[in-house]
């Protein structure tokens, strides 16, 4: 294999990544070497080579957290991944074990945490390097193409549904049917719920009724709260706010029931307004979520093993990487692009 492989790095916020062509890492002790067959690209991605979050990466880094492949070597003292192995490489990089955190299976919020395509290098290369501990098991059955989506906006709907408390037969209303939101309004129906679809895209809010979406709202032009609440019976027991707008947040706040939770795991930069007597009074729960532990991430992956959640997927090389984030800025990715190495 020749020494060198292709990459799309960040070489300065909110300039266009630049195709380079650099060495393949090599695996110090405890790493692996992971050879990239698929990456999805995420909205995250666009807010990592944006700068828009308060902990910046440090340039030049390559994106990149949902990047499936085989492990072709092995560092020093591997034990917990076997060559040829199908592994996902995920936003949660790695976690220390041993704080509260780790230690009580809340890994995803451990102050040690290192993050994929974010502090360390990601998946827009055809190799990348990764901690064994912390890959994704991609189970039978499952293209690489297919896994990549579940391992970030897959096991975020999920997770982010269970944190909602709904129970079957119960309303959740996912805000933003894009990446994460096509996948949700999946996990919705396959657990049990009756879910609402908001976007302001009608494509979009076509395409969530046709993954089984109960009912859906177009969250432009006024109305979308009273009918939502109106349809629902006085509002959605869960609310998944997906969408990159701060109006979504908002919005998702005032769609939630009496009682009910209101999940936040879109990331746009900036703060949004709690409308202190409404969530005081009605007793609303509201919550952030970020990405989901080993264990949502098995479970997730089983869902999509089992046939109940399949990604909707674009394929493009990573040469196109420029375009598809400029189309992603301006919410004209249908569901998910997947990069696809050769
Ligand atoms: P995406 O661009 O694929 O989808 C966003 C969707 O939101 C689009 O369909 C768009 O039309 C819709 N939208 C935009 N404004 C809206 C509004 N006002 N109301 C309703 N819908 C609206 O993005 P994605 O990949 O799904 O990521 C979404 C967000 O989730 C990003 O901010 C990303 O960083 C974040 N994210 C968070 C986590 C986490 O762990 N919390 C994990 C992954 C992604
Ligand atoms: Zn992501
Ligand atoms: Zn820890």
Not at 29 to 45: F, M, N, P, S
Not at 180 to 192: S, T
Not at 279 to 291: D, L, M, Q, W
Request: aromatic fraction near 6%; hydrophobic fraction near 45%.
């Amino acid at each position: 294999m020749s020494s060198k492989m292709q990459a799309a790095v960040v070489v300065a916020f909110g300039a266009p990544l630049a195709l380079q062509s650099l060495d393949i890492p090599v695996p110090a002790a405890g790493q692996i070497l992971i050879k990239t067959e698929a990456c999805g690209v995420c909205h995250t991605d666009l807010h990592a080579a944006n700068g828009d979050w308060p902990v910046r990466p440090t340039p030049p880094f390559i994106p990149g957290h949902e990047a499936i492949g085989r492990v072709v070597a092995l560092g020093a003292g591997v034990t917990a991944v076997k060559l040829g192995d199908l592994v996902g490489a995920p936003w949660l990089y790695s976690a220390c074990g041993h704080c509260e955190h780790c230690l009580s299976a809340w890994e995803t919020v451990c102050g040690e945490a290192q993050f994929g395509g974010y502090t360390q290098n990601g998946g827009f290369a055809e190799f990348l390097l990764a901690d064994p501990d912390y890959v994704a098991r991609i189970p039978d059955g499952l293209s690489a193409a297919q896994a990549a989506p579940i391992i970030c906006a897959g096991v975020t709907c999920y997770k982010g549904l269970k944190e909602t408390a709904a129970k079957p037969g119960d309303w959740v209303a996912i805000s933003g049917a894009g990446g994460l939101g096509h996948l949700a309004i999946q996990y919705g129906k396959a657990m049990g719920f009756r879910v609402c679809a908001v976007d302001i895209d009608d494509g979009k809010l076509a395409h969530a009724t046709r993954l089984g979406a109960d009912l859906v709202f177009n969250a432009q032009g006024g109305g979308v709260i009273e009918a939502l609440r109106d349809a629902t019976g006085g509002g959605a027991h869960g609310v998944l706010i997906t969408a990159p707008s701060l109006e979504a947040f908002h919005q998702g706040v005032a769609m939630t029931r009496k009682r009910g939770t209101c999940v936040l795991v879109g990331l746009p930069a900036g703060e949004f307004p709690v409308p202190l007597f409404d969530v005081v009074a009605n007793c609303i729960t509201i919550r952030g979520s970020f990405v989901g532990t080993r264990q949502d991430m098995a479970e997730a992956l089983a869902f999509a093993a089992a046939g109940k959640v399949k990604a909707d997927i674009e394929i493009q090389p990573l040469s196109a990487i420029n375009d598809v984030l400029d189309r992603l800025k301006h919410g004209q990715v249908p569901s998910r692009v997947v990069l696809e190495f050769a």
